[in-house]
């Protein structure tokens, strides 16, 4: 059985927090608690990403998430081409941490151009049982 459910957050700082919240509640209606703290720091971490480094002014931000027998797909879709890069943060760095995290947490993850102005940044996390490609 594959689903999807999505929703779109205004560029606000508080729809970070509405996007975690977006997601947990989705994982527990899909019952996927395993994973649900490791998603959801992720979606948080894209979500950061994509309000504060490459939103366009004005326009919000998409989170989906997808789910099959095999994994759980996180999207966040922003308005900007520009591909985040992960780096080694300092010690004493405040920021810079987030795509390290991601990296870390999911299984896989990657970015795509998917229209003339924007882009999806991807994450997917293994089901039980289960592989990603």
Do not use: Y
Not at 8 to 22: H, K, L, N, V
Request: net charge negative.
């Amino acid at each position: 059985m594959a689903e999807t459910i999505q929703q779109f957050f205004d560029a606000r700082p508080e729809s970070i927090g509405q996007a975690r919240a977006f997601t947990a509640e989705v994982l527990t209606g899909w019952g996927l608690q395993g994973r649900a703290e490791d998603i959801r720091l992720c979606v948080s971490e894209l979500a950061t990403n994509a309000l504060v480094h490459v939103t366009a002014p004005g326009h919000g931000f998409l989170v989906r998430l997808d789910l099959d027998e095999e994994a759980v797909r996180l999207e966040v879709h922003d308005s900007r081409r520009q591909h985040p890069k992960a780096r080694q943060a300092a010690d004493t760095d405040t920021s810079g941490r987030g795509l390290t995290l991601v990296s870390m947490l999911a299984d896989g993850w990657g970015v795509e151009n998917r229209t003339p102005s924007g882009k999806i940044v991807r994450s997917c996390f293994k089901a039980a049982g289960g592989t990603t490609t």
